[in-house]
């Protein structure tokens, strides 16, 4: 990912054959102490499950919330105040489970991996980490990856989110309901306070923990003062030569060249970001 310099000349991002810019609705801003995270939301797979996010962001539901569950290598888990279960915060509805969908012949797909590890096939499903079986398709637990936390219902998920800060937990996958992605800033969740693991990772409220300031969709922060996000088309040629490449490991260093798998959650497509002319200026030293 690279963020430009508050004084690089800018020019705007245009979507083309390699590139996409996510609607502004769908990107959420989440202000931490120690930096920024900007999510991508995936409304094609988990609409019900967006359409809650968004609502709760709007209402200011995770503003100045902990991730009062972290745990190492694993996930950090976040959700409003006296609602610490999955079930959620309090007059919440709770959601019905979007863990898998049948094939869309009209999404983007692109096959990665047959047979794979941990399901027939893995790919990317509109540029999301995914795979697929002979009918149904779902996306996978990636570091990264947003999804809604519950109970043993699996229709219980109404307001605590978490998101995968480690090596892939891929045994949840068609297990909950993954909406979104962390696009920029997991150095930031990076930071965030550990749990005691024999406590489940969670963390006394009497005990330091990372918080959201506040969160935002893009679309609710000022035009002159949001970032510009475009994002890498897994079905474009720059990412299928990136593939391509990784398969083969035709680099002089390599002495094992591998036996061409690909683990699709080591190859996000990339990003790229710029700061419009109003908040460059905020930036600049004075």
Request: hydrophobic share 35%; aromatic share 8%; with cysteine.
């Amino acid at each position: 990912m690279r963020c430009a310099l508050a004084n690089e000349p800018q020019k705007p991002l245009q979507e083309n054959g390699d590139w996409y810019t996510p609607k502004d609705e769908n990107l959420v801003l989440l202000e931490l102490e120690a930096g920024n995270v900007i999510i991508e939301l995936a409304p094609f797979f988990a609409p019900s499950h967006v359409q809650h996010f968004r609502e709760q962001v709007q209402h200011g539901n995770y503003d100045q919330i902990d991730f009062y569950r972290v745990i190492e290598g694993f996930v950090a888990q976040a959700g409003a105040e006296g609602a610490e279960g999955a079930e959620g915060a309090e007059g919440a509805e709770p959601l019905s489970a979007e863990f898998e969908r049948s094939q869309d012949n009209n999404a983007e797909w692109l096959l990665v991996q047959h047979p794979a590890l941990l399901a027939q096939s893995d790919g990317y499903l509109n540029n999301f980490a995914a795979a697929r079986d002979d009918t149904k398709e779902w996306l996978v637990h990636c570091p990264g990856s947003l999804a809604m936390a519950r109970s043993n219902d699996p229709n219980s998920a109404s307001n605590h989110f978490y998101v995968v800060l480690g090596h892939a937990p891929r045994h949840l996958d068609r297990n909950m309901t993954i909406f979104g992605r962390v696009i920029k800033g997991m150095e930031h969740l990076q930071t965030l306070p550990r749990g005691n693991l024999e406590a489940g990772g969670v963390i006394p409220s009497s005990e330091p923990r990372g918080s959201i300031k506040k969160a935002q969709l893009f679309s609710m922060i000022d035009s002159q003062k949001r970032p510009i996000i475009r994002i890498q088309k897994t079905t474009g040629a720059a990412y299928t030569k990136r593939l391509t490449e990784a398969r083969a490991r035709n680099n002089e260093f390599f002495i094992y060249k591998g036996n061409g798998a690909l683990d699709i959650c080591y190859y996000p497509p990339r990003v790229e970001m710029t700061l419009p002319e109003a908040k460059q200026q905020e930036e600049k030293p004075q």
